[in-house]
Nanobody, 127 residues
């Protein structure tokens, strides 16, 4: 069974950094577009960053630009989200998502476009 497992979340002070990881198992996600979403308490799950199947294209939500970096591991079955200069409003559960696709350069930003989801990792930023 295909699984995505996130890790790397935690409690950090404002201005700090974290590196979130998403490891895929059960099937290869090297042929998938991947993305990170987050959900703050009482809010809808929102897009944060996405990366294409070949890793050559990325896209970020305005709130993540210049502070977050999405990347794929060398085996392309792992996706990372480096989050820097964290703010209290970055607090939430961060989810990894995957969409198998034949398109090498496409980046997906909508929740409904993704087929597989992880259970999430909590990020809490204190002021």
């Amino acid at each position: 069974q295909a699984q995505l497992v996130e890790s790397g979340g935690g409690l950090v002070q404002a201005g700090g950094s974290l590196r979130l990881s998403c490891a895929a198992s059960g099937r290869t996600f090297s042929s998938s577009a991947m993305g990170w979403f987050r959900q703050a308490p009482g809010k809808e799950r929102e897009f944060v960053a996405g990366i294409s199947r070949n890793g050559g294209s990325t896209y970020y939500a305005d709130s993540a630009k210049a502070r977050f970096t999405i990347s794929r591991g060398s085996a392309k079955n792992t996706v990372y989200l480096q989050v820097n200069t964290l703010k209290p409003e970055d607090t939430g559960v961060y989810y990894c998502a995957a969409k198998p696709t034949a398109a090498r350069d496409i980046v997906l930003t909508a929740r409904y476009e993704y087929d597989y989801w992880g259970q999430g990792t909590q990020v809490t930023v204190s002021s």
